[in-house]
């Protein structure tokens, strides 16, 4: 039900948008965010926002760099991908679920899953 787009490869301080898109049931009072997975690393926190007006929660590691934002009337979410580093290349995942403002760095906390779209950053 969540569809993942726009991986690709791309060099250092280069950028890319990701997009997930929902399909099936309205995820417009869903939270929604993205993690990532590095090769030989656990999947981690990266970007979450939940309903439209809410201020948007980043890893210390992207902030200034990354920006999550979201259509509800697309049901999509997007991550915007600025001054992108080796260090960020891995496999980025959406996430949706009715997840409260506390626990959205989670994982556990959410339902439904895309697929991944891998993202390398090198030279």
């Known amino acids: 039900q969540l569809q993942a787009s726009g991986g690709g490869l791309v060099q250092p301080g280069g950028s890319l948008r990701l997009s997930c898109v929902a399909s099936?049931?309205?995820?417009?009072?869903?939270?929604m965010a993205w993690f990532r997975q590095a090769p030989g690393k656990e999947r981690e926190f990266v970007a979450g926002k939940r309903l439209l007006g809410a201020s948007p929660i980043y890893a210390d590691s992207v902030k200034g760099r990354f920006t999550i934002s979201r259509d509800n009337a697309k049901n999509t979410v997007y991550l915007q991908m600025n001054s992108l580093k080796p260090e960020d290349t891995a496999v980025y995942y959406c996430?949706?679920?009715?997840?409260?403002?506390?626990?959205?760095?989670?994982?556990?906390?959410?339902?439904?899953w895309g697929q991944g779209t891998q993202v390398t950053v090198s030279s």
């Open positions: 099936g049931p309205t995820f417009s009072g869903y939270s």
């Open positions: 996430a949706a679920g009715r997840v409260i403002q506390s626990t959205m760095r989670d994982q556990s906390a959410y339902g439904y």
